[in-house]
């Protein structure tokens, strides 16, 4: 078997300086002000900024700042305690995250490989800035091919007697360390139990273009209903089933001439850009959630 060189990204070592501030508040008047003060005062240089308003008047203000600061990973305890006081006087919820530290994935997958393989070329290519921790499936089918990649595989059965055993597994297993749960075609309820663990830090592909056919089998009701467009929908993971905060979607007109295998093959490629793209974002900080909603700064 041909073995696959393990590469990833270099954008670590490339900013070792770099961090990434995300903040969500209240709008008012002069929050952009205070954080860019509070960051020039600290000798930090702003390298990228976005915002956005919900509303101006009394809705939500969100804010995304990449910068760099001279020995950010001994300065940056110290950044952040004096931060939050800025941050009460405007009620933010913040985070700042040190761009070096790679985000820690876990891919969950069934049978269908297309969106594992996907992400694993992406990483491969160090077109993912994230480190592929581990991947968790329910069937030892990709075992021999995740392997090659030189990622742990972990297989778990699950059926419905054993299911509360097996997400108690897959809790032992991913542990707390794990950034972001990816669920790549993974074709398992998780129940609000596990969900508790991970809020808004697991990733689901639906094959549709939500909400449109919600639950199983969305190929075959769209080919009863005999759309027009197909599509994919990236979104966190809440108790409402395919409900959580969309992050990405896609479509692609098809026709009559479609049968239901035929929109399968179509949605597969529609499956794993969207999700690869979730994924990115995420791992490179560009999306905050509010309510059921995501903002995401991906310009």
Not at 133 to 159: C, L, Q, R, W
Not at 199 to 207: E, G, S, T
Not at 220 to 225: C, E, I, K, M, N
Request: proline share 4%; charged share 25%.
């Amino acid at each position: 078997m041909e073995l696959h060189v393990k590469k990833g990204s270099n954008t670590g070592s490339a900013h070792a300086n770099r961090a990434r501030m995300l903040i969500s508040c209240p709008d008012g008047p002069g929050i952009v002000a205070a954080v860019s003060h509070f960051l020039h005062q600290h000798g930090a240089n702003i390298v990228q900024s976005d915002q956005y308003t919900m509303d101006p008047e009394g809705g939500m203000f969100f804010m995304r700042v990449e910068f760099d600061l001279p020995e950010l990973e001994t300065r940056l305890p110290e950044l952040e305690n004096r931060f939050s006081e800025v941050a009460s006087t405007f009620r933010m919820d913040w985070k700042i995250h040190n761009v070096s530290r790679k985000k820690k994935l876990a891919i969950f997958v069934s049978k269908e490989d297309h969106c594992l393989v996907e992400l694993l070329w992406q990483w491969q290519a160090g077109d993912l800035d994230a480190e592929i921790a581990m991947v968790v499936s329910n069937h030892p089918d990709m075992k021999e091919y995740v392997e090659s990649f030189g990622i742990p595989y972990h297989h778990i059965p699950v059926t419905a007697d054993t299911k509360k055993e097996a997400e108690q597994r897959q809790l032992e297993v991913v542990g707390g360390d794990i950034d972001v749960i990816i669920l790549a075609r993974y074709m398992q309820i998780v129940s609000p139990f596990f969900i508790e663990h991970y809020r808004n830090r697991i990733i689901n592909i639906h094959h549709s273009f939500l909400p449109a056919f919600v639950g199983g089998k969305p190929y075959a009701q769209a080919y009863q209903r005999g759309v027009k467009i197909i599509g994919a929908t990236a979104h966190y993971v809440t108790e409402e089933l395919d409900g959580g905060p969309i992050i990405e979607q896609d479509v692609q007109r098809v026709s009559h001439r479609d049968d239901v295998s035929e929109l399968k093959r179509i949605g597969r490629t529609i499956e794993r850009v969207v999700l690869a793209r979730a994924v990115k974002w995420h791992t490179e900080d560009r999306i905050l959630v509010h309510e059921n909603k995501t903002v995401v700064f991906n310009g």
